[in-house]
């Protein structure tokens, strides 16, 4: 049964509603929002609470409820989870598995609606849903977390197939173990819309967030916090041989580095040494944007067991550069990311090569100048591994660090802390209790580091800036943005959240520095993330960075003294150069400024 838009419409209007819906009008109305003309196969498609099944387990439950007439389908899944749960897919609502022979390179369209109309207090349902293999290791080719309303909202999630369509099949997995929330799930479509159609042609979430508006009240706040924390007044005065002022000297004040640091995970390997073009790209974003570099350490087999050269290679470069350098990460306490030979070790023995493994590290890159490292991450999540070592071998891997690396700050990373909209109370507590934990062991992590990976669902600046005064206010910590993406086919929404989440936490008093986890689609973890696209043209995220970082947050002055030879500007806190021009006589000189209380002289003399 074929049906247009129109007479969808129609019927979704009628006051008998769901019983005439089937699912062939379910398609067709997923259908209709295809560019013209596209082909496509279904894979799946439910218009009935079947397409959504949930484990029992207790504080979850779930019941069928009537959809209503304003969406094409009749019964959806209705999910209440009494309490928040960690990690967030302790609550899972899973599609049937869909399985279909389909090649490398096929693009697949999930569209599902949802909607929390139990949510009160102005609180909103987090459903953060994958498309993924329907078997471990559970990989993901697209993803989508959104905010649900008291109204129905339609979700798209899609993406590219990396290989050939998994053997075990694919499914729709929906996380909801966020927050205490009531959902509904319904009208499940899955479409194979073949090879040739481009993620940015198909529908796709729109984003939103509070305090998007550009005159929100947070931005003047942002705009006066930035210009009291991180700038300062700078004052070069040029004089002669013999004292005297300089009038009308030319003046240029250039940022050599920022003291609030950003950069970029760094994983391009042997490439980005290279003569070609990429390399050479590379290179040119890092020198022209960035003053920190995350490099890896990765023990696992795909990692330090067989790629410690051009680890090593990634990490001298840095240093080359006089950026400040962090290495991620020493333990990752997962099986995934830990070495084969580790496995099935003794819980003695698999401590004793943990330990082993930091000594390794601090000894191969004994000359790199870290400034920090990620002693262990995600904590919260991956078990496996302090289930054997305990709790108290954790602290055995700060104290060892601490050893080997003297003088290097050490850090705790996790995830899902500033994300997810910002409901994420659990995780935020967990995070917390192992910071307590280790500081009373007398291993206080220096820094906390805040992964930052976003999906669809945003976090407001003012939600941020409360998170983030949490942790300020119950740590003695460093705080820093230490892995940020957002993955999404909405290039202008990305573009624009990334500006406010780059200003938000650059308005926060406790943290120091921001890293992206990747630029170049041709060297990211989720290629639609990245700022660059392949061929290296900046995105309009791109462009975000190249604006905030190349322009409006770096000093670049060009001066003339005053009569009594000065000239006195507001720069950035950091390192700056200095060049002093007269006829044909020019000095130079790199100078600090460090505090926004203090104001900056330097006395440069043209003789």
Request: aromatic share 10%; hydrophobic share 40%.
């Amino acid at each position: 049964m074929k049906i247009k838009p129109a007479v969808l419409a129609a019927l979704a209007c009628l006051s008998l509603g769901a019983s005439l819906w089937s699912q062939d009008a379910l398609v067709e109305q997923l259908a209709a929002q295809l560019p013209r003309g596209s082909a496509y196969t279904v894979l799946y498609a439910s218009d009935t609470a079947d397409a959504f099944r949930v484990s029992p387990r207790e504080g979850v439950s779930s019941s069928v409820a009537d959809a209503g007439p304003e969406v094409p389908f009749a019964r959806s899944r209705r999910v209440k989870v009494a309490r928040p749960f960690t990690p967030a897919w302790s609550v899972l609502a899973l599609s049937p598995t869909f399985k279909k022979n389909l090649p490398k390179g096929h693009v697949l369209l999930v569209s599902f609606w949802t909607r929390a109309p139990e949510m009160t207090g102005g609180r909103t349902g987090i459903v953060s849903a994958y498309l993924e293999k329907a078997a471990a290791n559970w990989d993901s080719i697209g993803t989508a977390s959104v905010s649900a309303g008291a109204a129905w909202r339609q979700v798209f999630v899609s993406g590219i197939l990396a290989g050939d369509f998994p053997s075990e099949g694919m499914h729709l997995s929906i996380h909801l173990g966020q927050q205490e929330q009531s959902v509904e799930l319904g009208g499940l479509v899955v479409l194979d819309l073949g090879p040739d159609i481009s993620l940015s042609a198909i529908p796709h979430n729109k984003l939103s967030w509070p305090g998007s508006g550009a005159n929100a009240p947070w931005r003047a706040e942002a705009a006066a916090r930035i210009d009291r924390l991180r700038r300062g007044t700078f004052t070069v005065r040029v004089v002669d041989g013999s004292g005297k002022p300089v009038p009308n000297a030319s003046v240029r004040i250039k940022q050599v580095r920022r003291s609030f640091t950003f950069g970029s995970y760094t994983a391009f390997g042997d490439g980005l040494f290279d003569g070609a073009v990429d390399g050479r790209n590379y290179r040119a974003v890092y020198d022209r944007l960035f003053d920190r570099a995350t490099v890896p350490l990765y023990w696992a087999d795909w990692g330090w067991v067989t790629r410690k050269e051009p680890f090593l290679r990634i990490a001298e470069w840095a240093a080359q550069r006089e950026v400040d350098i962090r290495g991620h990460v020493l333990i990752y306490p997962g099986w995934q990311f830990m070495p084969s030979s580790t496995k099935g070790l003794s819980a003695k023995n698999l401590q004793k090569a943990c330990l082993n493994q930091i000594r390794e590290v601090a000894a191969s890159m004994k000359d790199v100048p870290f400034r920090e490292l990620d002693v262990t991450n995600e904590l919260r999540d991956l078990t496996e591994i302090t289930a054997l070592v305990g709790r108290e071998g954790v602290v055995e891997w700060f104290r060892q660090a601490r050893l080997s690396f003297p003088g290097v700050k050490l850090s705790l990373n996790e995830n899902t802390i500033l994300t997810a909209g910002g409901a994420t109370e659990a995780n935020q507590d967990i995070f917390l209790e192992w910071y307590r934990y280790l500081k009373s062991q007398g291993v206080a992590p220096d820094v906390l580091g805040f992964q930052a990976h976003f999906g669809e669902s945003l976090t407001d600046p003012a939600t941020v800036w409360k998170i983030l005064d949490r942790f300020a206010g119950e740590t003695d910590a460093e705080l820093q943005i230490t892995e940020f993406d957002v993955s999404t086919v909405d290039e202008e929404a990305k573009a624009l959240y990334t500006r406010d989440f780059m200003t938000a936490c650059f308005a926060h008093p406790r943290v120091t520095s921001f890293t992206m986890w990747g630029f170049w689609e041709g060297d990211h973890w989720i290629p639609r993330a990245a700022s660059w696209k392949k061929d290296w043209k900046p995105n309009p995220a791109g462009l975000v960075l190249e604006d905030l970082l190349g322009e409006k947050w770096r000093t670049d002055e060009n001066r003339r003294t005053d009569k009594g030879g000065t000239v006195k500007a507001r720069v950035w806190l950091g390192t700056l150069n200095v060049t002093v021009t007269d006829g044909k006589k020019s000095v130079s000189r790199v100078v600090g400024l460090e505090e926004p209380s203090a104001e900056g002289l330097c006395e440069i003399v043209l003789e």
